[in-house]
């Protein structure tokens, strides 16, 4: 370790400051969310709602998808509305027309500006005076106001009901007709949709801004971005910048310039050791990995197609079976899970290799154990994800057997817990590989490293069970960017980092040290920012300046080492050419260079283009926010889960020799369709939104009336020719691992025009 002590005491240092930071604020979120009061009452003392009520109102809503139709402060999907932003419009317009019937005796625009400035100006004062007593636990709102929420109340009835009147709307919104048949949990769902939009409409305590730091936007009542955050938007760019110049000036004069790369091996090494009976069961892990991704873009295909025709494909009303909220869920979650899985195959083939090329005991059973536990967790989820949307499910079983509603942990608690049972086995396949290597002589920094990485992840997914089915939003909100971001986007960022320095350095085409040290550094670099940059996700959250102000600074930092990213694809690219047999490892290799390139555009350009608080501010639930999700979650971890399938099938099936047609097909035509998806669709559309939400709302800009423009709806057919093009990558790709998989060395017959590579291993 001597060699490598201020890396390590570097890495140490910045994972104990971030995760204190992590963790001393999130106290802040838990004492500072907006309360949910134990009665929302009229000055006359009628009851309308109680807290009971809205938290029945929360599982209602997460029965029915939750996030993945439309969206509760900004989270969620993009074709129905923000029903917090939605919401509060409406019972705006409701209260401002019966002020006007009440007062003038004619509908509200039909006054002159004077008189509309009046009832503006009360109104205003209306919502965003607190009057939530603490003592008592009651909120009390006027009468007039108490009609606009009933209002408010029967359109949301009849819109998740099946009222003939709005069935257009419901096709706009891509929902199925009786989206939720229970009457009594429709009035549940308005409860909870109401103190969302009470909690973005009243003022903090002591504070000029709301509970949700002004968010939406909507200029009704002066919910606008706050003096805070523009400062603390200047401050993220300044401290971007700052990074960049330290980086810069770091790699300049503190990285090494003698160290000549090592003389790369005649034979590869990995084809010289004989595979292990669970190095041989890893052919049904990648057959999967293929399988849920072609799964997962056709529903993709079939989820942009519902942003047109709402109830349809092409004509044929299959909402009733697989509606858009249900194909949304599918395609998120078999997303993670065929990701997921093939970073586990790639983690479960390296354990033999550095066990000295032989399986621990009983491996291979428990590879095939871990297998099977997967397809179990896979098939239950998605059983449970249909029952629940379809209201076939009883409600007390919804959020444990069916659909918990919460965007990227949508499965059910009890699917959760099996997932969380899965890794943590993995986990323990993982060590018993690993721990003996630690015993045999030699430099074991890299091996720590990949160690402490492969622990994380087994361990920090059970973030996810901090909260449960009745949690308040905010508190929710927290423990799941711990998942979504902490354990997606920052630990498994370091495993495959370490992973692949660990395969270059065995292969002899860099050295040992060179790959310790860029690995050290690299986790350093993405913990700095990753750890206390989970802020940047809860802004609006229910949550208060100081998260704002540590989300914005350290998520700047994120962008950071991605600077770089353009010189590590290239020392990537020039590994093909360091020895002749790495000829058959030249489309992982593309798929690595891949992830470089779209880890600096869609995590760091796209990603940068909404973090800053201002941004974020008007264009979170926006459709500029997939276009950073497609490009970072597919283009970096969708490619590396790629990358390491190819990978781990080059070695498990050493006769084959992998199509040149379908591997130049499936990985340019995945970046192509990727490309063409953001450019011709998703960020015009994306730009076009965040006009409106600048100059009339965010509410106008998730509206029926704004996205059904034939313009608009013009850019949504469009996307239909990038879909069909990374339809058929994907399809290139998976038909090459699975034939891969299935022919023997005498059956060997995808030659194509290119000369057959000869095979390594004896």
Same mark, same amino acid.
């Given at each position: 370790m001597d060699n490598y002590r201020k890396l390590w005491f570097t890495l140490i240092g910045v994972l104990a400051v971030t995760f204190t930071v992590l963790g001393y604020y999130g106290t802040e979120v838990y @004492?500072?969310? $907006? $309360?949910?009061p134990q009665r929302v009452i009229t000055h006359e003392g009628r009851t309308l709602y109680t807290q009971n009520r809205i938290l029945d109102g929360q599982t209602a809503w997460q029965s029915v998808g939750g996030m993945q139709l439309g969206s509760i402060w900004g989270h969620g999907a993009y074709q129905a509305p923000d029903w917090t932003a939605d919401w509060l419009h409406r019972e705006l317009s409701n209260w401002l027309e019966l002020a006007a019937q009440a007062e003038y005796g004619m509908n509200f625009d039909a006054l002159d500006g004077e008189r509309q400035a009046i009832l503006t100006a009360r109104l205003k004062h209306e919502y965003r005076h607190n009057t939530f007593d603490e003592a008592t636990g009651t909120a009390t709102v006027s009468a007039q106001r108490a009609e606009a929420i009933a209002r408010t109340a029967a359109y949301y009835d009849r819109l998740f009901g099946d009222a003939p009147e709005l069935r257009s709307t419901r096709e706009s919104y891509a929902m199925k007709e009786a989206t939720l048949p229970s009457a009594e949990r429709r009035g549940d769902l308005s409860a909870f949709f109401f103190w969302t939009a009470w909690a973005a409409a009243t003022e903090r305590p002591g504070s000029s801004a709301t509970y949700t730091n002004n968010w939406p936007h909507e200029p009704l009542i002066g919910n606008r971005p706050t003096g805070e955050n523009i400062v603390w938007s200047i401050a993220s760019v300044a401290f971007m910048m700052a990074g960049v110049g330290f980086l810069i000036w770091g790699w300049a004069f503190l990285r090494k310039h003698d160290e000549s790369d090592p003389k790369a091996p005649a034979r590869d090494p990995l084809s010289l050791i004989a595979l292990t009976p669970s190095q041989r069961a890893l052919g049904k892990y990648l057959f999967l990995v293929v399988a849920l991704f072609s799964f997962q873009v056709l529903l993709g295909g079939?989820? /942009?197609?519902?942003?047109?025709?709402g109830q349809e494909f092409y004509g044929l009303d299959i909402?009733? =079976?697989? $509606?858009?909220?249900?194909?949304?869920? =599918?395609?998120?979650?078999?997303?993670?899970?065929w990701i997921a899985t093939g970073f586990l195959a790639a983690g479960l083939f390296l354990a033999p290799l550095i066990n000295g090329g032989k399986d621990p005991a009983y491996q291979k059973t428990g590879v095939d154990i871990l297998f099977w536990a997967l397809v179990i967790v896979v098939l239950g989820s998605f059983i449970g994800n249909y029952l629940a949307i379809a209201q076939v499910m009883p409600k007390e079983l919804n959020f444990w057997l069916g659909h918990q509603g919460f965007e990227y942990v949508d499965l059910g608690r009890l699917w959760q817990i099996g997932k969380f049972v899965g890794v943590a086995f993995w986990l323990v396949l993982m060590l018993r590989g690993i721990v003996p290597a630690f015993k045999r002589a030699g430099d074991k920094n890299l091996l720590a490293l990949f160690t402490a990485s492969?622990? /994380?992840?087994?361990?920090?997914?059970?973030?996810?069970?901090?909260?449960?089915e009745r949690t308040h939003l905010s508190v929710m909100e927290y423990w799941r960017w711990w998942v979504v971001h902490l354990w997606v986007e920052g630990f498994f960022e370091v495993f495959a980092t370490t992973a692949l320095a660990f395969v270059f350095s065995t292969l002899g085409l860099v050295s040992a040290r060179m790959a310790t040290t860029a690995s050290l550094a690299s986790a350093s670099l993405f913990m700095l920012g990753g750890v206390p940059g989970t802020f940047h996700h809860l802004y609006f959250s229910g949550t208060t300046t100081p998260i704002m102000a540590v989300g914005a600074s350290f998520s700047a930092l994120e962008v950071v080492p991605l600077v770089v990213l353009g010189y590590e694809a290239w020392e990537n690219w020039r590994l093909?050419? @360091?020895a002749t047999w #790495?000829?058959?490892l030249k489309w992982p290799l593309m798929c690595f260079i891949a992830v470089a390139f779209w880890n600096m555009l869609g995590a760091g350009v796209f990603g940068f283009m909404i973090n800053p608080p201002i941004s974020l501010y008007y264009v979170q639930g926006l459709n500029t926010t997939p276009v950073h999700a497609h490009a970072a979650l597919f283009g970096v971890y969708g490619f590396l889960a790629l990358g390491f399938t190819l990978l781990v099938l080059r070695y498990v099936r050493p006769e084959l020799v992998l199509s040149e @047609?379908? #591997?130049k097909t499936g990985f340019w035509w995945l970046n192509a369709g990727l490309v063409l998806m953001i450019a011709t669709s998703l960020l015009p559309i994306g730009l076009f939104q965040f006009h409106a939400s600048v100059s009339q709302g965010l509410w106008y800009a998730r509206s029926e009336a704004f996205l059904q423009q034939p313009f608009l709806e013009m850019l949504r057919w469009v996307r239909t020719f990038g879909d069909v093009v990374f339809i058929v990558g994907a399809l290139s790709i998976a038909w090459q691992v699975v034939s891969g998989l299935l022919q023997r060395s005498s059956q060997l017959?995808?030659?194509?025009?290119e000369p057959a590579f000869a095979t390594e291993r004896s």
């Open positions: @004492r500072s969310a $907006p $309360p949910i079939l989820t /942009a197609h519902y942003t047109v025709e909402s009733r =079976w697989l $509606p858009y909220s249900l194909a949304r869920t =599918w395609h998120i979650q078999s997303a993670l899970f492969v622990v /994380a992840i087994g361990l920090f997914y059970s973030a996810g069970f901090f909260y449960g093909k050419d @360091r #790495m000829t058959n @047609r379908l #591997m017959s995808l030659q194509d025009e």
